[in-house]
């Protein structure tokens, strides 16, 4: 009897149980759709973060897709306009430091990359351009190395990550090369430095020609416009880096040095499977952020009023570049100056992202995000004593906004642009990109070095100070010229004679583009042309005056044309605010069909004629063959002009640098007489402010790529608004 009993309760237990299981099981199946955003909470800061779990997991799904090595080949054979030919490039080799058998991280070559998407050392690549055959070349791994430091990349696959049309250990390059250099007629390499290296190359370069002039710019040429692959990459990266930036927004209020804030924010890029930066993580608080390339990260936050966090991750060697300003401390802290500045910046970018689009040329962007600057100042009293059509004009906003608004992103953060740059204004160098060589003397009179800098506390730390020590004299001498080299972004320096530079070339282009277009109305009767403008007639009905500035508003409209309308007032504005003997500039319509004017490098004078290339006159023969080439090669655009499939960055900034505003602007008259200094004292303890997005041009417009919040929306994730 008792065992039945037991027998009884155990199959009635056991008919529970599995009755409580299938209603769980139906309730975790009914719940599903409900479960696709889960709040989960992190207990730093007394801040939750909502993760939105079905969009990370979509994301990790995603195919991978095949490098197109193959695509950026043609492109490079196009950009080069030749039908033969071996293009050859060296992959990087593994290094150690002097002394040692440590060695710094290891990065791929960028020019290698393009054509590979390899991305380890030992490598080599050829492109037979008749027979269309990409080839890598890969180092064999013995077993013991791979005890030590594991195995390579296989044929196999390579093969499967890259559309390389065959893959082959590097043993067999020098036959490969032997041979094929007996059948092309030109060996293509970057450099002398990268040209093949094996016993019998020196004898054979008597057989055949060898180019180390003509690849890199065509490769520049075709890293300008950027693949779905390369969007794609610089995108992920961006999602990266944007996580990064928001991770690092709900937990600064629990940080106490700027280091906290960088280990944090390459901790959040490491966990995502980015192991590398796209450059030096910059976090500097208070003056420091005035700094535009501080690196020191370690100063302590307290009593600082912001924190500048200018940081981005690569993702398969592509970079991403985002920029983005942080309140610390209590809200208190905070102060009407700090967020009057914070404010101003965001304008100044949320505009001139909104006028980026197809045929825009960038230097009218900075000329936008200057006058913007200016007005913002004037209202804050920061300027006085002029309009700020007046101010602009002279350049004194250079003072605060000190270099350029953007520049282009891709296999490199400061992505390489052929001979003409965004904002060049006399013709570059030869050298496309060395550091700081920008900072040479130009061909004019050099400005007065001014007196040293007042023993003021200085922005930068003492370890940056230190390492920039050995410029500072060419600094000094050069930053107030117009700069004739081809850099870009927070690395080209704006004096206020580069803006003056810049408003004055808009002003002869859109004369020249006028004079243009009234002689095409009169059927050509008029004998001006782009190479010598001629003024227009000062009782002209579109020279009657100046045209407005534009009025200070909120954020920029969503509608294109009044983005439109605000850019040409704007640059309009620029033209006729310079002085004599500038040609005016006529106002340009938002409703004109006409495309905008593009930027050209303005001609020489004719007493200075630009020296020949060529010493002696070419043969017919060599004369066909260079008309043969030309007309295979497609006409080149101007590159400061926005194409589609460009990525930018728009990076405007609003700083208060006080060794930097002292030293050659309140110590110059024709500055300091629009700078109160009072008010300006109010604000030296806001440092500087910065934010900064990378931006993909399209066929409609653009894409902002990057999503981390900012502006008001970042003060709300903080609770500071």
């Not at 924010?265 to 590398?276: G, L």
């Not at 700020?388 to 350049?395: L, M, R, W």
């Not at 006409?594 to 007493?607: E, G, H, I, M, V």
Request: proline share 10%.
């Amino acid at each position: 009897m008792t065992t039945t009993l037991d027998h009884h309760a155990f199959r009635c237990r056991s008919r529970g149980l599995l009755h409580s299981a299938v209603s769980a099981a139906v309730a975790i199946v009914l719940s599903l759709p409900f479960m696709s955003r889960l709040p989960l909470t992190d207990v730093v800061g007394r801040r939750s973060i909502e993760i939105d779990v079905a969009e990370l997991e979509a994301k990790e799904e995603e195919p991978i897709k095949k490098y197109p090595a193959k695509l950026h080949a043609r492109k490079v054979a196009k950009e080069l306009g030749v039908d033969n030919g071996l293009i050859y490039l060296p992959g990087q080799l593994e290094s150690t430091w002097e002394d040692s058998d440590q060695g710094p991280p290891f990065r791929q070559r960028r020019y290698f990359y393009y054509l590979t998407g390899a991305d380890f050392p030992g490598c080599s690549v050829t492109y037979d351009i008749a027979a269309d055959k990409l080839t890598l070349w890969i180092p064999f791994t013995p077993p013991a190395t791979i005890l030590w430091f594991g195995t390579t990349p296989s044929p196999e696959d390579c093969l499967a990550k890259s559309e390389v049309h065959d893959v082959k250990y590097i043993g067999e390059l020098s036959g490969y090369l032997s041979s094929r250099m007996a059948e092309v007629k030109t060996l293509y390499a970057l450099r002398p430095s990268q040209l093949p290296r094996f016993d019998g190359f020196d004898q054979m370069k008597s057989s055949v020609k060898v180019d180390v002039t003509s690849l890199q710019p065509a490769m520049d040429e075709a890293r300008l416009i950027k693949s779905e692959h390369e969007v794609a990459m610089i995108r992920k990266a961006n999602d990266v880096s944007s996580a990064a930036h928001r991770r690092i927004a709900t937990r600064v209020g629990a940080m106490k040095n700027e280091c906290e804030i960088e280990a944090a924010f390459v901790a959040a890029c490491t966990a995502a499977n980015a192991h590398s930066q796209a450059y030096p993580v910059i976090a500097g608080s208070g003056p420091n952020a005035s700094t535009l390339h501080y690196e020191a990260n370690n100063e302590s936050l307290s009593g600082r009023q912001l924190v500048v966090l200018d940081a981005g991750a690569e993702w398969s060697c592509y970079a991403s570049d985002v920029t983005r300003m942080l309140p610390v401390g209590p809200r208190s802290r905070f102060s009407a100056e700090a967020r009057a500045v914070y404010d101003l910046v965001h304008r100044m970018q949320d505009e001139c992202i909104a006028l980026i689009k197809p045929g825009v040329v960038f230097r009218d962007l900075q000329l936008h995000a200057t006058l913007v600057a200016v007005q913002g100042l004037l209202e804050l009293g920061v300027l006085r004593n002029g309009t700020a059509e007046e101010i602009f004009k002279n350049g004194t906003g250079a003072a605060f906004f000190p270099h350029g608004v953007g520049h282009h992103v891709g296999l490199d953060c400061h992505e390489l642009v052929p001979s003409s740059s965004f904002f060049s204004v006399f013709t570059p160098p030869s050298v496309p990109f060395k550091p700081l060589s920008f900072l040479r003397p130009q061909p004019h009179p050099p400005v007065p070095l001014p007196p040293p800098p007042l023993p003021h506390s200085s922005c930068a730390s003492s370890r940056s100070r230190s390492s920039n020590i050995r410029f500072r004299s060419v600094l000094s001498r050069d930053l107030l010229r117009p700069a004739g080299e081809g850099m870009w972004g927070k690395r080209r320096p704006i004096g206020p004679q580069s803006v003056r530079a810049m408003i004055k070339q808009a002003a002869n282009e859109a004369s020249a583009s006028a004079a243009s277009d009234s002689s095409a109305s009169s059927g050509g009767s008029s004998n001006a042309s782009p190479q010598n403008p001629t003024p227009p007639d000062s009782s002209s009905p579109t020279q009657s005056g100046a045209p407005p500035l534009p009025p200070r508003s909120t954020p920029p409209p969503s509608t294109a044309s009044a983005a439109e309308k605000a850019a040409a007032e704007a640059v309009a504005a620029a033209a006729a605010a310079v002085s004599s003997p500038t040609p005016p500039m006529s106002p340009l319509s938002p409703t004109s069909e006409a495309p905008p004017p593009r930027f050209t490098t303005s001609p020489p004078p004719p007493q200075t004629p630009q020296p020949q290339i060529q010493t002696q006159a070419p043969s017919p023969q060599r004369q066909q063959q260079q008309s043969q080439q030309g007309s295979k090669k497609k006409k080149r655009p101007a590159h400061n002009t926005l194409q589609p499939g460009m990525v930018v960055t728009v990076e405007p900034g609003v700083y208060f640098c006080r060794p930097y505003v002292e030293a050659y602007f309140l110590r110059r008259e024709e500055h300091a007489r629009y700078i109160d200094a009072e008010v300006l004292a109010r604000y030296w303890d806001v440092g500087g402010v910065r934010v900064e997005d990378d931006v993909l041009v399209t066929e409609a417009g653009f894409e902002d790529l990057t999503v981390a919040p900012k502006g008001v929306e970042l003060l709300r994730l903080m609770g500071y608004a």
